[in-house]
Antibody, heavy 122, light 106 residues
Framework: EVQLVESGGGLVQPGRSLRLSCAAS????????MHWVRQGPGKGLEWVAG????????EYADSVKGRFTISRDNANKFLYLQMNSLRTEETAWYYC???????????????WGQGTLVTVSS | SYELTQPPSLSVSPGQTASIPCSGD??????VSWYQQKPGQSPILVLY???KRPSGIPERFSGSNSGNTATLTISGTQTMDEADYYC?????????FGGGTKLTVL
């Protein structure tokens, strides 16, 4: 069974940093792109960042470029999101999501974790 | 950046057909996926590559994508289908979501 378990969320002051983790299991992690998606309270889904299977291709939403860094550890099946200079409007549930296999360019997110809540407040 | 537009809400009676549109420039030239999200839950994929259903998704969910509009169709809508639905496209390495449609079944 595919499982994605996020951790690392919590309360953080504006301007500070936080690192999210996503533990993957039940599939060949190093054959899939991975993504982070967030959802503010009462709002829609917002894609944050994506990384391909070998970390050679990384993309970010314009809103986080230069402040957030996505990375992965294929040996231990972990996805990470380093978030710096956090803003109050970035309070949201952060989801880890599994992309398609490396030979599929259709870009769907086939499985999502349960999310971890990040609250940015003073 | 690419934009996808969905109606904020839609109502349908049980047993009827719900059609949720998603529009974007030349959307028919790229693949569209659809997600269902119920309150307090993570999103789940209900359609990918325009009209393919993942394992476990009922046959009443179908999709199409042509021109500037993709459509999620739910035939014989059930009360359990009441949820928020999001379309999504992947273009030039980035993911774009529509704003979401709240489907009410009553």
């Amino acid at each position: 069974e595919v499982q994605l378990v996020e951790s690392g969320g919590g309360l953080v002051q504006p301007g500070r940093s936080l690192r999210l983790s996503c533990a993957a299991s039940g599939f060949t992690f190093n054959d899939h792109a991975m993504h982070w998606v967030r959802q503010g309270p009462g709002k829609g889904l917002e894609w944050v960042a994506g990384i391909n299977w070998n970390s050679y291709e990384i993309e970010y939403a314009d809103s986080v470029k230069g402040r957030f860094t996505i990375s992965r550890d294929n040996a231990n099946k972990f996805l990470y999101l380093q978030m710096n200079s956090l803003r109050t409007e970035e309070t949201a549930w952060y989801y880890c999501a599994k992309g398609p296999p490396s030979d599929d360019s259709s870009g769907y997110l086939g499985k999502w974790g349960q999310g971890t809540l990040v609250t940015v407040s003073s | 950046s690419y934009e996808l537009t969905q109606p904020p809400s839609l109502s349908v009676s049980p047993g009827q057909t719900a059609s949720i549109p998603c529009s974007g420039d030349k959307l028919g030239e790229i693949y569209v996926s659809w997600y269902q999200q119920k309150p307090g839950q993570s999103p789940i994929l209900v359609l990918y590559q325009d009209n393919k259903r993942p394992s476990g998704i009922p046959e009443r969910f179908s999709g199409s994508n042509s021109g500037n509009t993709a459509t999620l169709t739910i035939s014989g809508t059930q009360t359990m289908d009441e949820a928020d639905y999001y379309c999504q496209a992947w273009d030039s390495g980035t993911v774009t979501f529509g704003g979401g449609t709240k489907l009410t079944v009553l």
